[in-house]
């Protein structure tokens, strides 16, 4: 069996731009012929089915009632399917071992369909946090020039390095003028989080771009709304970098890795 891709997408805070980019990385590596899962994971404010412009009739919640895999999925595209995440679902917020042991079932049943998954992970240090942003090969953090989203963010590190053994994160700035900009936001950082024995990696910024309230209004991805917009064309370097990207060991060492480093080939 292919190795399956899985990127998960967090942040310190809510509010910086994390569904926005898990959506549209999802639509590019769909784009490029990939078979792509999108997971919300986001079990507070889940909202990547607004973003893709699609209402699911299920979502993870009823998939841990024992809903079946196919009637949960939904299509979203030839090639892009989604586990819409459930609004207040507090089985999320502190994992017992029921869900656990749920969530790793359901991944056994996904991995022969895909080959990426992004997961749109919530944000704070909460046990759903540290489990899904822990489960593939890269963890995306976002963050943006906001002191809390720093603060909180360095709080995520240190808690993805004490509890989950992730030892790399990839930090992508958002809602920036400039790269010298986000170069800065990044030191900051970097400097801020050096205690916490975790290697960050600045992998990209996104321009604030107005268009991304206008594609969040209609619905739709912004690389499908207006392309050619600077948002847009940051997203599709990032995608592109990831999969060119060599297959890397999972981040952390929870939920699905052993799954996934089983089924390389």
Same mark, same amino acid.
């Given at each position: 069996?292919?190795?399956?891709?899985?990127?998960?997408? &967090?942040?310190?805070?809510?509010?910086?731009?994390?569904?926005?980019?898990?959506?549209?990385?999802?639509?590019?590596?769909?784009?490029?012929?990939?078979?792509?899962?999108?997971?919300?994971?986001?079990?507070?404010?889940?909202?990547?089915?607004?973003?893709?412009?699609?209402?699911?009739?299920?979502?993870?919640?009823?998939?841990?009632?024992?809903?079946?895999?196919?009637?949960?999925?939904?299509?979203?595209?030839?090639?892009?399917?989604?586990?819409?995440?459930?609004?207040?679902?507090?089985?999320?917020?502190?994992?017992?071992?029921?869900?656990?042991?749920?969530?790793?079932?359901?991944?056994?049943?996904?991995?022969?369909?895909?080959?990426?998954?992004?997961?749109?992970?919530?944000?704070?240090?909460?046990?759903?946090?540290?489990?899904?942003?822990?489960?593939?090969?890269?963890?995306?953090?976002?963050?943006?020039?906001?002191?809390?989203?720093?603060?909180?963010?360095?709080?995520?590190?240190?808690?993805?390095?004490?509890?989950?053994?992730?030892?790399?994160?990839?930090?992508?700035?958002?809602?920036?003028?400039?790269?010298?900009?986000?170069?800065?936001?990044?030191?900051?950082?970097?400097?801020?989080?050096?205690?916490?024995?975790?290697?960050?990696?600045?992998?990209?910024?996104?321009?604030?771009?107005?268009?991304?309230?206008?594609?969040?209004?209609?619905?739709?991805?912004?690389?499908?709304?207006?392309?050619?917009?600077?948002?847009?064309?940051?997203?599709?370097?990032?995608?592109? &970098?990831?999969?060119?990207?060599?297959?890397?060991?999972?981040?952390?060492?929870?939920?699905?890795?052993?799954?996934?480093?089983?089924?390389?080939?």
């Amino acid at each position: 069996m292919a190795r399956v891709r899985v990127v998960s997408v &967090t942040s310190g805070k809510g509010g910086v731009g994390k569904s926005h980019l898990a959506a549209n990385l999802s639509t590019l590596f769909a784009r490029e012929g990939q078979r792509v899962l999108v997971i919300d994971a986001d079990g507070g404010l889940s909202n990547v089915d607004v973003l893709l412009g699609v209402r699911p009739l299920l979502n993870l919640g009823d998939l841990l009632d024992g809903a079946p895999l196919e009637e949960v999925l939904c299509q979203v595209g030839p090639r892009l399917s989604l586990l819409a995440g459930g609004q207040g679902e507090r089985r999320l917020a502190q994992l017992d071992d029921a869900t656990r042991l749920a969530l790793t079932s359901a991944w056994e049943q996904l991995l022969p369909r895909f080959d990426a998954v992004v997961v749109d992970v919530g944000s704070g240090v909460g046990d759903d946090v540290l489990f899904f942003a822990s489960a593939g090969e890269v963890s995306l953090l976002v963050v943006t020039d906001e002191p809390t989203s720093i603060a909180d963010a360095v709080v995520l590190i240190k808690a993805l390095g004490a509890k989950a053994s992730v030892r790399e994160v990839d930090v992508v700035v958002n809602c920036v003028r400039t790269s010298r900009t986000a170069q800065a936001i990044f030191a900051k950082l970097q400097q801020s989080a050096s205690f916490c024995g975790v290697r960050l990696r600045l992998v990209a910024n996104i321009p604030d771009d107005q268009n991304i309230r206008r594609a969040a209004m209609a619905g739709r991805p912004l690389v499908e709304l207006a392309p050619t917009s600077p948002a847009s064309r940051a997203y599709e370097r990032l995608a592109q &970098t990831l999969l060119a990207s060599p297959p890397r060991a999972p981040t952390g060492g929870l939920w699905f890795n052993e799954a996934l480093l089983s089924s390389g080939s």
